[in-house]
């Protein structure tokens, strides 16, 4: 396998990313035991992001076919081909959202995690209508109201909710939040949890590489999962 800039595999201990999904599958499978879910009850997303397809290949051979990606323009650079010669794979956008990429983004994404401002929900609104694709929406939500962060803020969250549902026609599935690198997740998980509760919603997008365990104990439906499965990214991206 030839290998691309964006594979970076360290000469002292290689990299191999379907051994990373297997222990991640392991975790899960562990997390769910210990809450008493059934593991069907939670969706791995393989969070690609920066990887080339020789990263991901493996992985769609070990039987993994949820994938995240946070960029519509890299996602469609290397998504098409892979999904054409592999035709059950699902791809979710995760990253933040434009309205001027809502076209792109209903075209190529089965699901949407950043659903998060009116102009969005109007252009998703809109493109749904005339494209007749039906991808699951989340609602991001900032739990840690982080000024440099997408999402609602928590007490604008039921309002918007409501908007989305009824102005705009749009059938909401869940909600997503990213807690701040720097404190504890599950109290974040916990409210995205109770609004989601309060709202009728049963999807919760919650937990990367470092909490996938703590979120699935606190309901997560959705893990998104990146540097644990591929390695470390050494392009930043976010
Ligand atoms: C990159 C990213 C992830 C995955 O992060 P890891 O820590 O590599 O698992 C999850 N969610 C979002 C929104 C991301 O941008």
């Not at 075209?107 to 007749?132: G, M, N, P």
Request: hydrophobic share 40%; net charge neutral; proline share 7%.
């Amino acid at each position: 396998m030839t290998q691309s800039p964006t594979t970076p595999l360290s000469a002292d201990s290689p990299h191999d990313p379907a051994s990373g999904l297997a222990a991640v599958e392991q975790e899960i499978l562990h997390a769910c035991k210990e809450a008493r879910r059934d593991r069907a009850s939670v969706t791995l997303i393989a969070v690609s992001k920066t990887f080339a397809a020789d990263a991901i290949l493996p992985i769609i051979g070990a039987g993994q076919r949820v994938f995240g990606e946070n960029r519509v323009q890299e996602a469609k650079g290397k998504w098409p081909e892979l999904i054409q010669a592999n035709p059950g794979v699902r791809l979710h956008l995760i990253g933040p959202l434009q309205s001027n990429k809502a076209k792109e983004a209903v075209a190529l994404f089965d699901a949407i995690h950043s659903v998060d401002r009116t102009s969005v929900c109007e252009a998703l609104a809109k493109e749904i209508k005339s494209q007749q694709k039906h991808p699951e929406l989340f609602v991001q939500i900032n739990t840690g109201e982080e000024p440099q962060k997408a999402g609602v803020a928590p007490q604008d969250a039921d309002t918007f909710i409501a908007a989305c549902r009824e102005k705009y026609g749009l059938p909401i599935s869940g909600l997503m939040c990213i807690p701040p690198v720097d404190q504890a997740p599950a109290p974040h998980f916990a409210l995205c949890a109770k609004i989601a509760a309060r709202n009728g919603l049963t999807n919760l997008s919650m937990g990367m590489s470092a909490d996938f365990a703590a979120a699935i104990a606190m309901g997560a439906t959705h893990v998104r999962v990146g540097s644990a499965i591929f390695g470390t990214r050494t392009v930043v991206h976010n």
